[in-house]
């Protein structure tokens, strides 16, 4: 392992936005954007990259740099790439869930569905899943110290059941991983997403003192940063009155899901992308009836 020996001319190399002195996000490819991710490194007396989906090609000149690799959790495109490294660190909610495909279905919940057959289709196009067992587990409170930097892992649930972001207090630098400030908004299509959780760990980061936040899919933001939260959290609403507005006249979950209101419509010629919107709509109705908003009459639904 040569640590930080020579890493600077592999930096040099890649495209990165330097956050701090030993901090900087490698951008992956196409920006970051899915199905790629951005990763965070941290240069300190152990060298430290979080997540692994930035792209082969930008991620195997590390590998003989980095000692430990942390998964903010356990989604594809930030997982791509954990065969490169030796040591893997995964929050405890999702030890075991890479450690084979059939694991990784169940998990996402995809597992003997009606769309597991074009979810596999979809899932092949874009993606080779390589087996990666983790030789660690850390809780979702944990304070990691790698040498002159810590930082504490801040559970996020919501996207994921493990989801982290990462907080380094002295530099009020936050990685938030897929609370990625995106205009898409959040996501929160599989089974195991919870919107109500999603929504208060929103919250719960506008709580920090944050100068940096750094993010899975978008370029890091350093002005404006609570602004910026606000109107990611904003969308969830957005997308709540839209469903409002539909449902005054009756509607079945499947005429909702035709409305595109999470996805546009050329992004569902994938038949998956169709199921994780109507996921993310079963979502909604289920918070809008359990708040006396919407009521269901059969397969339909109708706003009160």
């Not at 600077?8 to 196409?30: A, F, M, P, W």
């Not at 597991?116 to 983790?134: A, N, R, T």
């Not at 801040?154 to 996207?159: E, F, N, Q, S």
């Not at 897929?178 to 929504?199: E, K, M, Q, S, V």
């Amino acid at each position: 392992m040569q640590g930080k020996n020579g890493l600077k001319e592999v930096l040099d190399r890649l495209d990165t936005r330097q956050l701090d002195e030993d901090v900087h996000l490698i951008i992956g490819n196409n920006l970051g954007t899915f199905p790629y991710s951005n990763s965070l490194l941290i240069l300190d007396e152990e060298v430290v990259l979080i997540d692994a989906g930035a792209g082969e090609e930008i991620l195997h000149p590390l590998k003989d740099h980095v000692d430990i690799l942390i998964n903010s959790h356990y989604h594809i495109d930030h997982i791509l790439g954990n065969h490169l490294f030796g040591k893997l660190w995964v929050v405890e909610e999702e030890a075991g869930v890479t450690s084979s495909f059939d694991s990784y279905k169940r998990f996402a919940g995809i597992h003997d569905t009606t769309i597991e057959y074009e979810w596999l289709s979809w899932f092949h196009e874009h993606f080779s899943f390589h087996v990666s067992s983790p030789t660690r587990t850390f809780s979702h409170t944990e304070l990691f110290r790698f040498g002159t930097t810590q930082w504490q892992a801040v559970h996020t649930p919501g996207h994921s059941p493990g989801h982290c972001c990462f907080y380094e207090p002295e530099r009020r630098l936050m990685f938030s991983s897929d609370l990625d400030l995106t205009a898409f908004g959040p996501w929160y299509g599989n089974p195991n997403a919870d919107l109500n959780d999603f929504i208060e760990s929103i919250k719960m980061l506008s709580e920090f003192e944050i100068d940096v936040i750094a993010t899975s899919h978008m370029m890091p933001i350093r002005d404006n940063v609570q602004q910026a939260l606000e109107e990611y959290l904003s969308i969830i609403f957005e997308r709540e009155e839209r469903i409002l507005g539909l449902l005054e006249k009756e509607m079945t979950l499947q005429a909702l899901e035709a409305e595109n209101i999470i996805y546009k419509k050329e992004q569902k010629r994938y038949k998956a992308f169709a199921w994780f919107e109507q996921k993310m709509i079963e979502k909604h109705l289920a918070q809008l009836m359990e708040s006396g908003k919407v009521e269901q009459v059969g397969n339909r639904f109708k706003a009160l």
